[in-house]
Nanobody, 125 residues
Framework: VQLQACGGGLVQAGDSLTLSCVVS????????VGWFRQAPGKDREFVAA????????RYGDSVKGRFTTSRDNAENTVNLQMNSLKPADTAVYYC???????????????????WGQGTQVTVSS
């Protein structure tokens, strides 16, 4: 399983942006797919997760109501729709995937087996 996150860029505060996580050499079937971000000098932060089979999602407190993660019907892409972006959302965004991650552990990056390379999102004020 190899992951690639893409779709990052430079936007203004209030804009929207959609990131995609594409899997190759496998599918997302049976996985939990998570989104994390890391800003310079800060710890990695949980953003969102989706359980592929049930489509159940959860979000970090800082993005609730603004970000939405979803899966496509093919088994190879998860999207992160980001609305009402703020300068505080500036970070490198990573997608990750793991099997057998219980709901309460989805916010823990250590539970994920596979990671993409990250995509930069910069929000200007």
């Amino acid at each position: 399983v190899q992951l690639q996150a893409c779709g990052g860029g430079l936007v203004q505060a209030g804009d929207s942006l959609t990131l995609s996580c594409v899997v190759s050499e496998g599918t997302f079937s049976g996985y939990v797919v998570g989104w994390f971000r890391q800003a310079p000098g800060k710890d990695r932060e949980f953003v969102a997760a989706i359980k592929w089979s049930s489509r159940h999602t959860r979000y970090g407190d800082s993005v609730k109501g603004r970000f939405t993660t979803s899966r496509d019907n093919a088994e190879n892409t998860v999207n992160l729709q980001m609305n009402s972006l703020k300068p505080a959302d500036t970070a490198v965004y990573y997608c990750a995937a793991g099997r057998r991650i219980i709901t309460s552990s989805q916010t823990n990056g250590a539970q994920y087996e596979y990671w993409g390379q990250g995509t930069q999102v910069t929000v200007s004020s």
